[in-house]
């Protein structure tokens, strides 16, 4: 990588049991990759735009993990091995071909030796530090509950139809954390005046929640997708965050966050 290259993955050390994950908030290309990309790619409109402002501050003591590369480079919320996260249904890959809407977004897609590279120089950083993120606060605390941060633009007929609600929760249909983080999550959800919200609907939870959530060893895992005019001033360039939406929304996800964390001593493995 370039000598003006940033660390792959920054990490803010907390003492809370609770851990935020940032996979899709990064915005940096190595020039090879941007090299490859389409006018179309380069946008990177598939962003999780302004996620890591709209959660700051939120948890004191919360521990993030961030990417801080797009995951157009390669994604840090697939498995190495590719596997379809939502087989039947139209989806993007751990390095994606089209952006969400279906539109090739590569004038050069990468080979088989591209990506094994990009997994060694992205990926792995990433996983190994949410890895030993997640030992070291099991360690402290008994638990750890991962908190997986995304968005994604509300209407997108590629993926899915109609409106996407505002707050989708994802447990791996209930299998990647305890039943009283689902149900907290939820019912603090439905509380939230002007906004709705869905548990594991279209969006269930990506590889990070499936593959880290073992409840039944002390570590729980949940994803929130918000639907991004829940924060944008609109889901298009230049992606900017809304000062009135935040300030209606930030207090809903820190009232989240608070109730996952006085949940945690009850769930001590």
């Not at 709209?54 to 993990?65: D, E, F, Q, R, W």
């Not at 880290?212 to 991004?228: D, R, S």
């Amino acid at each position: 990588m370039s000598q003006n290259a940033p660390a792959p993955v920054e990490i803010e050390q907390g003492d809370s049991p609770i851990i935020l994950g940032l996979p899709h908030t990064g915005t940096w290309l190595p020039e090879s990759v941007r090299n490859d990309l389409n006018d179309r790619g380069r946008e990177l409109a598939d962003t999780d735009w302004n996620i890591h402002h709209l959660y700051a501050g939120l948890l004191p003591g919360a521990t993030t993990v961030r990417a801080t590369f797009h995951r157009y480079v390669i994604d840090a919320n697939r498995g190495p091995e590719n596997d379809s996260l939502y087989p039947g249904q139209n989806t993007t890959g751990l390095v994606p071909l089209t952006d969400f809407d279906g539109t090739p977004i590569w004038r050069a897609e990468p080979d088989a030796a591209e990506i094994e590279m990009r997994l060694a120089q992205f990926h792995a950083p990433y996983h190994a530090a949410l890895r030993a993120e997640i030992a070291r606060v099991r360690a402290r605390h008994g638990v750890a509950i991962l908190y997986d941060c995304h968005s994604i633009r509300s209407h997108i007929p590629f993926l899915f139809d109609g409106k996407l609600p505002d707050f989708n929760i994802g447990t791996a249909n209930g299998t990647s954390c305890a039943p009283q983080i689902e149900t907290t999550t939820a019912a603090i959800c439905a509380r939230a005046q002007g906004f709705d919200h869905v548990v594991n609907g279209r969006f269930k939870g990506g590889w990070t929640t499936r593959h880290y959530g073992q409840p039944n060893e002390g570590v729980h895992a949940i994803q929130m997708e918000l639907a991004q005019s829940t924060h944008l001033t609109v889901e298009a360039p230049p992606w900017e965050i809304n000062a009135d939406k935040a300030a209606r929304l930030r207090p809903h996800l820190g009232e989240i966050l608070r109730a996952l964390e006085s949940l945690a001593p009850e769930l001590r493995a």
